[in-house]
């Protein structure tokens, strides 16, 4: 009995010792499964500090990589810009020192020295200085090293841009004699359906037996051939000039200025450019107020309207060819409302576009186009 009761006891003490036990590692395992969860947590803890450190570096990376390359853009455009900013400075330098110099010496003061000749009968010279913008233009470009990049030099007709060159070819024509209509209702007494002017003037060249009918004739052939194949006919001399002024100095000029300011200043420059013509005669001659100041200025507000309608074909198409195109129709075009005058027109008014009234039409149409020009911009 007693044997029994002690290994009862003895089984019981095992029991409670191995239940002790048993608890004990239970708590060293829930103590080992928290400090796992510890390190666990650490290294969450570490990984997420690694993820914001790599995230820090690649933004710093990316921030200073903009920056690199900003500050390399801004250097190539200032480069650039600094280029094109000298192109313009040595263009307007070469072509306004080579066309006084020449227009000086062999027009000026050529004719100073022979009264026999007039403005009218060295056209030769006048058209040789016709070429000079041009040869300003490839003087700049090699300066610069530009040589014939960006030639604006090409005929453009996709997209339906072969309307400029259309434009471009007879807008001229429809202008001029707008312009005549303009000029000859405000000056009705200037008017002579009989040609009076025009006859006088070969009577005095020793042709006589001309006859209204005949001139009219003559004039309506003119008008004809102007129409069709002045264009053609001037595109050389044309070139000369429109690809200086055009296809060089308006797309350099166009990357600092917006539209109005742009025709504005490309105008003044066109029509200063003129000035030593003027004060040789041509155009208006020597007999109005204020001579030679009032006719230079009468020459940049034509070479602004007109200027205008020739820059915005060229800016439309890429291309100066179709402002060479419009420069000939001008040239070879303006002149025919001089044919119905009486006394020759007061020059600095009309009936040619480069006076200021019958100008008026060309005027009002740059207007037009520089509105349009505005909401390209906007575009």
């Not at 499964?33 to 450190?53: I, N």
């Not at 074909?313 to 100066?320: A, E, F, I, P």
Request: charged share 20%; with cysteine; net charge negative.
């Amino acid at each position: 009995m007693d044997k029994e009761m002690e290994a009862g006891t003895v089984s019981d003490n095992t029991s409670e010792e191995a239940a002790r036990k048993a608890e004990e590692v239970k708590q060293e395992a829930e103590e080992v499964t928290q400090e796992a969860e510890e390190v666990k947590q650490e290294a969450e803890e570490v990984k997420q500090e690694t993820e914001e450190v790599k995230q820090e570096a690649e933004e710093e990376i990316k921030q200073k990589t903009e920056e690199a390359e900003q500050k390399a853009g801004e250097k190539a455009a200032g480069i650039k810009s600094t280029g094109r900013d000298r192109g313009v400075l040595l263009y307007l330098v070469f072509v306004f020192v080579s066309t006084y110099l020449y227009e000086y010496i062999f027009v000026i003061r050529f004719l100073k020295n022979n009264p026999q000749y007039s403005i009218a009968s060295i056209s030769m010279r006048l058209a040789l200085a016709m070429f000079l913008p041009a040869l300003s233009a490839v003087a700049a470009r090699y300066a610069t090293g530009e040589r014939f990049k960006n030639s604006y030099i090409s005929f453009n007709f996709k997209d339906g841009r072969y309307r400029y060159y259309l434009i471009a070819w007879f807008a001229p024509v429809v202008l001029t004699l707008a312009g005549c209509f303009a000029y000859y209702t405000i000056f009705p007494g200037d008017y002579s359906p009989e040609m009076e002017y025009i006859i006088k003037t070969y009577e005095k060249q020793g042709l006589s037996g001309i006859t209204p009918e005949g001139m009219r004739l003559q004039a309506l052939s003119q008008a004809i051939t102007s129409i069709l194949i002045a264009p053609i006919l001037n595109c050389v001399t044309c070139f000369g000039e429109e690809w200086g002024w055009r296809g060089y100095l308006l797309p350099r000029l166009r990357d600092k200025l917006a539209s109005a300011p742009l025709m504005i200043v490309m105008g003044v420059i066109w029509g200063l450019w003129h000035a030593p013509l003027i004060v040789a005669g041509h155009n208006y001659g020597y007999d109005y107020f204020l001579y030679p100041f009032t006719g230079i200025a009468a020459m940049i507000l034509f070479c602004f309207s007109i200027g205008t309608i020739l820059s915005y074909v060229t800016l439309k198409t890429g291309s100066c060819v179709p402002a060479v195109i419009g420069h000939g129709a001008i040239n070879g075009f303006s002149a025919i409302g001089i044919y119905f005058s009486k006394t020759g027109g007061h020059l600095l008014l009309g009936p040619t576009p480069a006076g200021v009234v019958a100008g008026l039409p060309c005027l009002i149409t740059a207007v037009i186009l520089i509105h349009f020009m505005k909401k390209d911009e906007q575009k």
